[in-house]
């Protein structure tokens, strides 16, 4: 298995996986808005998450779609994987924001 | 279900969320720049140090390809040998090649001063990513104290009540009522996000390297590179180069057969 892996990594354009920060940026940003909208709509427990979820689920289809053209394991070294996983930093960055925006709204008169 | 909710003073918000949350982030940058300023630049190395430290990096990239090899194999047995050789010679060697009695000695990290430098700068970026969570800390809970900042919307167990709603001894308050300090928290994980969108993603105001760095891990990265016995690390490279030798393939092997046949000139296997 060793040979493959190696050939694989041979192919990776390094240049180009510094360029999928702009992904990273895409999930911030995307987790940003949902935290906003669940602490705007006063979601709570398990209906904040599955807002988290489900604007997950939604940003990873579409740049399936559009940007992979349905094949991320040609854009993305970790394939799907990567594409849909948002990492620790944004599950928290929900959940601050969410904290936020539903004191701001609903405890706050 | 009843929905006991409390009122709060919404000059609370004004004056406690915003303020800690943008303190933060103003910390944060500022933390991030001020471990850029206290870096020193790496010291400049003499030409024959840099070569010394380049001439195992070219064995491995020429043996990174070795089975996938973009050069037909005279030119990589040609490379190849020609490394082989300076090695055991000690050609690339910084103070040339060795006597034959002069015994070979690894210099001891703590008294090599290159090595010295890179514990320090480890060691004093962690202090200055300590210090300031420290003074925050300690301001939030000495101003902000005794009172309920927010309402968490989502529940939490009964465990986490003494930590996040620490100076308000209410025993039957639900724990979704917090205290600034759990506020502190919430941001400091949170802001890790903001910090990679503004600062770029090697940012030192980053929590959550906090957490995994420390003063051995710095000084781990910073050894490998001097202290070690190159004549060592050469005679070993040898052997590497021997055997990628043995699996040398190179792409364009047969090539005039692959491309008739990709053509169809020439029957299919």
Redesign the interface.
């Known amino acids: 298995m060793a040979t493959t892996t190696d050939n694989a990594a041979q192919l990776i354009f390094a240049p180009n996986v510094l360029h999928n920060q702009a992904l990273t940026s895409v999930k911030f940003l995307s987790s940003c808005f949902a935290g906003a909208v669940a602490g705007i709509l006063g979601l709570e427990n398990w209906l904040g998450f599955a807002l988290f979820i489900a604007s997950i689920v939604s940003t990873s289809f579409i740049i399936y779609a559009i940007n992979c053209r349905g094949k991320p394991a040609k854009y993305l070294p970790g394939g799907l994987g990567e594409l849909v996983n948002p990492g620790q930093d944004n599950i928290f960055t929900f959940i601050l924001v969410w904290t936020l925006f539903y004191g701001i709204i609903h405890v706050y008169d | 279900m009843d929905r006991l909710?409390?009122?709060?003073d919404?000059q609370?918000?004004d004056w406690v969320?915003f303020p800690i949350?943008l303190v933060m982030i103003l910390v944060g940058i500022l933390r991030h720049y001020v471990v850029i300023l206290l870096q020193s630049p790496p010291k400049k190395l003499s030409r024959a140090a840099t070569r010394e430290q380049r001439a195992l990096t070219r064995s491995q990239i020429l043996r990174?390809?070795s089975?996938?090899s973009p050069i037909p194999l005279s030119f990589y047995k040609a490379i190849s040998q020609h490394l082989s050789e300076a090695y055991k010679a000690g050609t690339y060697l910084k103070d040339g090649p060795p006597k034959a009695d002069a015994p070979s000695s690894t210099p001891n990290p703590l008294s090599d001063p290159a090595a010295m430098d890179g514990m320090m700068a480890g060691m004093k970026t962690q202090m200055v990513m300590m210090v300031p969570q420290m003074v925050i800390m300690g301001w939030i809970n000495f101003f902000f104290q005794g009172f309920v900042?927010?309402?968490?919307?989502?529940?939490l167990t009964l465990g986490f009540k003494s930590m996040l709603q620490r100076g308000i001894d209410t025993p039957d308050m639900d724990v979704r009522w917090v205290s600034s300090l759990s506020w502190y928290f919430?941001?400091f994980?949170?802001?890790?996000?903001?910090y990679?969108?503004i600062l770029g993603?090697d940012n030192a105001a980053d929590s959550?390297r906090d957490m995994t760095a420390s003063p051995f891990a710095a000084m781990g990265n910073a050894q490998p590179g001097q202290p070690q016995d190159f004549n060592k690390l050469f005679k070993a490279e040898r052997d590497n180069l021997e055997f990628a030798e043995g699996l040398h393939s190179w792409v364009g092997e047969n090539m005039d057969t692959k491309i008739l046949r990709k053509y169809g000139k020439l029957a299919a296997l």
């Open positions: 909710s409390l009122y709060l919404p609370i918000r969320l949350t990174a390809t089975s996938n900042l927010i309402k968490l919307p989502f529940p919430l941001n994980f949170g802001l890790n996000g903001l990679r969108l993603g959550s």
